[in-house]
């Protein structure tokens, strides 16, 4: 880690207050990696998890209590201690290779299997799924499947491994990326930047080349998950490195898409471990959730000016 970045982390602990609470720990059997999370805008205080790698197809619907939610038709058969048992959402004529990202479009669910740990995949692509009521159903399936590459890789594994993702959010009916990125391919050493692209077209028969927006190489960690906020008012992405993880918040601009060229204002959270997920409650408050199942909320005021 450059000295600049340790002197970084060492003021962010200095000036961040300890606003953040932990308002809940994930019980649930089944729920053993939460790689992203999104609040739904379609149903009452619903979040949706799911995991990442060797799971399968299902989300995962809980309230902000951490506790997952069954149909209602269902609670006679996972009542009590056999709540563990239910297994979820099943995504129908799905496949899970990396689901690594969350987001909501309208009253669909975005899921991107977009995990690239070795920067080899030519497979990687977005569902988009009609939003279930978690409360009156179990089951349901993809409206498309929208494959995707970058613009600017060319090579798999690429020589320089930029192009993992863990990150997406939608802005004004369009889907973002951010990527993840390894300062060493041999070793896999995080690297503490990204980059932004965005999905112009949504062909199911062809791939769709992810436009490059812009990078950023100071976030002082590699990104794990980005939300956009309710009213579209501003971005969060979380950048972890080994002692801190940053939470950086982006306004949006006053014009155009490019969020990682405006100022951002910063939260450093401690003891969050492996923290995978971000999302907004509200335009005003932000929750980040970790693989170890605990959930954290922020308030917005709480951020550095």
């Not at 299997?113 to 995949?121: A, F, K, L, P, Y």
């Not at 993840?180 to 070793?187: L, M, P, V």
């Not at 501003?234 to 949006?252: D, E, G, H, R, S």
Request: glycine share 4%.
């Amino acid at each position: 880690m450059s000295l600049t970045l340790r002197i970084f982390v060492v003021l962010s602990l200095i000036t961040n207050l300890s606003a953040q609470d932990k308002i809940c720990e994930v019980k649930h059997k089944d729920i053993d990696e939460q790689s992203a999370i999104i609040k739904s805008q379609t149903y009452d205080n619903v979040y949706w998890l799911c995991n990442d790698s060797g799971d399968k197809p299902f989300v995962f619907p809980v309230t902000e209590q951490g506790k997952m939610i069954v149909p209602d038709f269902m609670k006679k058969r996972y009542i009590g201690d056999k709540i563990d048992d239910y297994p979820g959402i099943k995504i129908k004529n799905a496949s899970l290779i990396d689901w690594e990202a969350m987001s909501v479009l309208n009253d669909t669910l975005v899921i991107g299997d977009v995990g690239n740990n070795g920067n080899t995949r030519r497979d990687m692509g977005v569902y988009i799924i009609p939003e279930p009521n978690p409360r009156a159903t179990y089951e349901t399936r993809p409206l498309l499947w929208l494959p995707v590459r970058y613009e600017d890789q060319s090579k798999y594994p690429a020589d320089e491994w930029e192009f993992d993702c863990e990150s997406m959010f939608t802005f004004k009916g369009k889907i973002y990326f951010l990527t993840k990125h390894r300062a060493d391919r041999h070793i896999r050493k995080p690297a503490p930047g990204t980059k932004l692209y965005r999905m112009d077209t949504r062909f199911t028969n062809k791939v769709n080349v992810l436009k490059l927006v812009n990078r950023k190489d100071d976030l002082g960690g590699w990104v794990t998950d980005a939300s956009m906020a309710q009213d579209e008012s501003a971005m969060v992405l979380i950048a972890q490195n080994p002692l801190v993880t940053i939470i950086w918040y982006f306004p949006k601009p006053k014009r155009g898409d490019d969020f990682l060229a405006q100022t951002p204002r910063s939260y450093s959270l401690r003891k969050a471990d492996q923290a995978e997920g971000v999302c907004f409650k509200d335009p005003q408050t932000i929750i980040v959730t970790n693989e170890q199942r605990e959930w954290f909320e922020i308030p917005l005021s709480a951020f550095s000016k």
